[in-house]
């Protein structure tokens, strides 16, 4: 688990390190600087999520400095903190795009909580950034698609088949069966090629949010609409719109979507003039939509007009066959990512991997072999390199000498990461996927410390 970074910016030293004391007790890994110079470089050295500054520095202006944050680094939230605090500060800091302002010692309960609400902010603007991504200069097409099981083959033959035309299409399967590499392919293998392909996962964001970024806004619409905005749909005009997890849509915006593939037309969020696209809508789910439909979560109109032509992508676990080519090309991958020596998985690692479920499908896959070629220490990935989840489930079957219990193999795996951090335990529970204080509770458990 990667913690999250806290800048806390003050010119007075005891302030500031109690201030990061706190903060550190919650769990974060906090940096500090007494002025905005120190802050300046600190940002730029450090992917900071969470910037605390005070107003007033010995070299300049906290007000003004939020918005050169804003500028240089979207996605980082800035809470101002003053001693004084008066309105027209207040006003233009969240102008300026300040998350809050508040006064210091007014209610020192209030820090941590908006802290809290800062940082789910930070990750909803790093979902957008991700998400909410047009195509770049990488071309995914079908020879990104990697498969020769029966059940894989049928999905990339009807994907194949569906792409010429403008039909809309429905991807449904698992989370992590490679829904979104199926919509490029999909997209890159059609006449709109040329044009966006614009992505957006739809469980990500609150209802007023994903209309915003789905439909734009005129300016004053609402609270902090400053300025006009184009949404997604204005985006992926004559190009693609891939809606991820679309049955994650509150079902006010879903008459809004019935609308646009029934009309080809919306209207901005504070319009009147209705605005004109055309692009094809590529949908994609993980739920069952007999039962989203039956329990009123899902329109049933919208239902049919969005599956034309549905293509279920089966689970990892259903194409056996197929972890093999997908691991070796994984391995592949992230060797020349990582110029690592390492050239093949051995026989037991593949007879492992072939055992496990996945229940996280392709993307659990290849998140294990990039963290089982960090930890491997010769030419080929061994079960041992492999996630502990994946070392249990194989234990029972072979015979060399591999712990059978949890217990034993979770204790195997700490200290081995441990041995490669060369003990830097934040970097450990990292590789881990844990929290630091469970990774010190396992250590003082099996005494690895």
């Known amino acids: 688990m990667v913690l999250q970074k806290i800048l806390v910016v003050d010119d007075e030293d005891k302030l500031r390190k109690l201030l990061s004391r706190i903060i550190e007790l919650e769990g974060?890994?906090?940096?500090?600087?007494?002025?905005?110079?120190?802050?300046?470089?600190?940002?730029?050295?450090?992917?900071?999520?969470?910037?605390?500054?005070?107003?007033?520095?010995?070299?300049?202006?906290?007000?003004?400095?939020?918005?050169?944050?804003?500028?240089?680094?979207?996605?980082?939230?800035?809470?101002?903190?003053?001693?004084?605090?008066?309105?027209?500060?207040?006003?233009?800091?969240?102008?300026?795009?300040?998350?809050?302002?508040?006064?210091?010692?007014?209610?020192?309960?209030?820090?941590?909580?908006?802290?809290?609400?800062?940082i789910e902010r930070v990750g909803i603007n790093r979902t957008l950034e991700q998400d909410c991504k047009q195509e770049d200069a990488t071309v995914i097409g079908f020879d990104h698609v990697v498969g020769q099981s029966k059940t894989f083959l049928i999905a990339v033959d009807l994907a194949k088949r569906v792409a010429p035309t403008s039909a809309t299409v429905l991807l449904t399967g698992e989370t992590g069966t490679g829904k979104e590499v199926f919509a490029q392919a999909i997209h890159q293998s059609?006449?709109?090629a040329p044009h966006s392909f614009v992505a957006i996962n739809c469980s990500a964001f609150s209802k007023d949010l994903l209309e915003s970024e789905l439909f734009g806004h005129k300016a004053g619409s609402f609270t902090n609409a400053t300025k006009d905005k184009k949404g997604l749909f204005e985006e992926a005009h004559q190009g693609t719109l891939f809606l991820d997890e679309i049955g994650e849509m509150p079902i006010e915006l879903q008459a809004k979507l019935l609308r646009v593939l029934e009309t080809g037309e919306f209207l901005k969020i504070g319009e009147t003039k209705p605005t004109k696209v055309d692009i094809r809508i590529i949908a994609a789910t993980n739920r069952d939509f007999n039962q989203e439909i039956k329990q009123g979560h899902f329109r049933e109109d919208l239902y049919y007009r969005i599956s034309v032509f549905e293509i279920i992508l089966?689970?990892?676990?259903?194409?056996?066959?197929?972890?093999?080519?997908?691991?070796?090309?994984?391995?592949?991958?992230?060797?020349?990512?990582?110029?690592?020596?390492?050239?093949?998985?051995?026989?037991?690692?593949?007879?492992?991997?072939?055992l496990y479920q996945w229940p996280g499908?392709?993307?659990?896959?290849?998140?294990?072999?990039?963290?089982?070629?960090?930890?491997?220490?010769?030419?080929?990935?061994?079960?041992?390199?492999?996630?502990?989840?994946?070392?249990?489930?194989?234990?029972?079957?072979?015979?060399?000498?591999?712990?059978?219990?949890?217990?034993?193999?979770?204790k195997q795996h700490i200290q081995k990461v441990l041995e490669f951090t060369n003990g830097n335990k934040t970097k450990t529970a990292e590789y881990l996927g844990i929290a630091l204080t469970t990774l010190y509770r396992k250590i003082t458990e099996y005494q690895l410390g």
Request: hydrophobic share 40%; charged share 25%.
């Open 361 to 410: 499908n392709i993307r659990e896959l290849r998140n294990a072999i990039e963290r089982a070629l960090i930890l491997c220490s010769s030419m080929a990935i061994e079960v041992s390199d492999l996630p502990y989840e994946v070392q249990q489930q194989y234990a029972p079957t072979n015979q060399e000498g591999l712990a059978l219990d949890l217990a034993t193999v979770e």
């Open 190 to 192: 059609s006449k709109r």
């Open 28 to 118: 974060f890994e906090v940096h500090q600087a007494e002025d905005l110079k120190t802050a300046t470089k600190k940002l730029s050295q450090l992917p900071i999520d969470v910037v605390l500054c005070d107003v007033k520095l010995p070299d300049g202006n906290g007000v003004a400095f939020v918005e050169q944050i804003k500028q240089a680094y979207p996605t980082v939230e800035v809470i101002l903190l003053t001693a004084y605090g008066n309105i027209p500060d207040g006003v233009q800091a969240i102008k300026n795009g300040a998350f809050d302002y508040i006064t210091k010692g007014d209610d020192n309960n209030k820090i941590l909580p908006l802290l809290y609400r800062a």
């Open 314 to 354: 089966p689970a990892l676990r259903e194409r056996v066959e197929d972890i093999e080519l997908l691991a070796e090309r994984f391995r592949g991958q992230f060797a020349k990512q990582q110029s690592s020596l390492v050239k093949t998985i051995s026989k037991t690692a593949l007879e492992a991997l072939k």
